[in-house]
């Protein structure tokens, strides 16, 4: 077993547990209501029913004759007594004659659960002052009237009879409902668990099942396949990054290993100075590879944007400009301006886009900065096609396949270009409705001071 399918278990079991939890909570709370409701309706009722033979039983003490027993509508099996102010017992009903007083003597009417000497259970008795106008003078007594409460005890013994026997049936069937409920749900969850399970770093190209449910797990779903797809692009375009850069470092080892072999082999036509510069040619270029594949890398895994600092764009382009070609001449004008920019980085992308542009020129380069922070560099070389406008800004593209990487470059100046810009919020393209060579574009943020025009 899986410890994923052990989780998901969990995850069932942990759902069916709280709904069982909080309906049963929720149960015995709403059934001990309804008791209490059942009690309070039954108590009104009988209260009322109290009121009325009360009323009734203190109609038969108005007048000149007092009858011999107290009986109310309900007949003569209703508790009743008439008590007098010294504890007498002056009338009573037939189940309540030679019995003590009911309850004690009040003052004003009063509704009571009491027990009363007729039997051991419980009572409801009320109680209320009247005046017996055919006593001498107009005695005053306390009327009391009484009925058990075993009827409400029934009722409640039943009801609570029937919560315990209905609660857990229905706390039961709510179980296994959510049990089925949580299981159906996460079934897609399990197919989805197997498929990732089976993705590995060297096949990245399996999909994991989107439900047709719209829900929250095929959004998931969905979200995890974008995923996959966004890291078997990222890994594709690692391999071939790193099939590009062993493949231009292959060249220049190839030929010092070649150069080195033969100067072994005819020791006696060893030209030592050439050897020498061929070989620092060679590693320099390497070199100037192994930075820019550094750049990258770190580039591609930085997660804060670059260094910013007030820098003179135009002074910034006059550093850069730096590269030469016998025939080839590179002019610098434009406005002052200050923009807020990691000078070592702006340096590094105007520099890269000047080789690129001298590398192809005829004769001229020209580099320009514009007010707005933007800077073109164009040459009078043969340009590029507007279709492959964006392709020269790939990684280890040459244009000119035949070209060798010794005098063609690795293909990575535009891209490091690219990202450079692209770090500082703006970007490198190329202006397509230029004619008569190439005019590379560079844009980097809004400037931050005034600009002054210099050639």
Same mark, same amino acid.
């Not at 009323?55 to 008590?83: C, F, H, K, M, T």
């Not at 004003?108 to 009363?116: C, E, F, G, K, N």
């Given at each position: ?318 550093? !850069?400009?730096?590269?030469? $070609?016998?025939? %080839? *001449? #590179?002019? /610098?004008?434009?406005?002052? +301006? @200050?923009?807020?920019? =990691? ?13 690129? !542009?001298?590398?192809?020129? $005829?004769?001229? %380069? *020209? #580099?320009? /900065?514009?007010?707005?922070? +933007? @800077?073109?560099?164009? =040459? ?76």
């Amino acid at each position: 077993m899986t410890r994923g399918g052990s989780g998901r278990r969990s995850l069932r079991a942990r759902v069916t547990a709280t709904a069982a939890v909080v309906v049963t909570f929720v149960l015995l709370a709403g059934g001990a209501g309804l008791v209490l409701v059942q009690q309070e309706v039954l108590l009104d009722g009988i209260d009322d029913t109290l009121v009325q033979r009360a009323d009734d039983i203190e109609g038969l003490l108005e007048g000149d004759n007092l009858p011999d027993q107290l009986a109310s509508r309900d007949g003569d099996d209703a508790l009743a007594q008439v008590v007098t102010a010294d504890g007498d017992v002056l009338l009573a009903s037939p189940v309540a004659d030679r019995s003590a007083p009911l309850a004690p003597d009040v003052d004003r009417q009063a509704l009571r659960t009491i027990d009363i000497p007729v039997d051991d259970e419980p009572f409801r008795v009320l109680s209320r002052p009247v005046v017996i106008d055919a006593a001498p003078a107009g005695t005053a007594a306390v009327l009391h009237v009484a009925t058990t409460l075993e009827p409400v005890s029934e009722s409640r013994m039943a009801l609570v009879a029937s919560l315990a026997i209905g609660l857990p049936i229905t706390v039961l069937v709510l179980c296994w409902v959510v049990w089925w409920v949580v299981g159906r749900t996460l079934r897609p969850v399990a197919a989805i668990q197997r498929q990732v399970a089976a993705i590995s770093g060297a096949d990245l190209g399996r999909r994991v099942p989107e439900p047709s449910t719209g829900d929250e797990i095929a959004q998931l779903a969905r979200l995890m396949n974008d995923m996959l797809d966004r890291l078997e692009s990222a890994a594709a375009t690692q391999r071939q990054f790193t099939s590009d850069a062993a493949h231009e470092l292959r060249s220049p080892l190839t030929r010092l290993r070649a150069e080195l072999e033969v100067d072994l082999a005819h020791p006696e036509t060893v030209d030592h100075d050439r050897t020498t510069q061929r070989v620092l040619h060679d590693v320099a270029g390497m070199q100037a590879l192994v930075d820019d594949l550094l750049f990258l890398a770190r580039h591609d895994e930085a997660d804060n944007g670059p260094n910013r600092a007030p820098v003179d764009l135009l002074a910034i382009a006059h550093e !850069a400009a730096s590269a030469r $070609r016998d025939g %080839v *001449t #590179v002019g /610098v004008s434009g406005a002052d +301006v @200050v923009v807020d920019a =990691d000078q070592r980085q702006v340096v590094r992308a105007i520099r890269n886009l000047v080789d690129n !542009a001298v590398r192809h020129a $005829r004769s001229q %380069v *020209t #580099v320009e /900065v514009g007010p707005e922070g +933007v @800077v073109t560099v164009t =040459d009078d070389g043969p340009g590029i096609p507007a279709a492959r406008a964006e392709e020269v800004f790939g990684r280890f593209v040459r244009l000119d396949e035949a070209r060798s990487a010794g005098d063609g470059g690795a293909g990575l100046g535009l891209a490091i270009s690219r990202g450079i810009a692209r770090a500082h919020g703006g970007d490198v393209v190329l202006d397509t409705s230029h004619v008569g060579g190439a005019r590379m574009v560079l844009r980097l943020a809004a400037p931050r001071g005034s600009t002054r025009r210099i050639s």
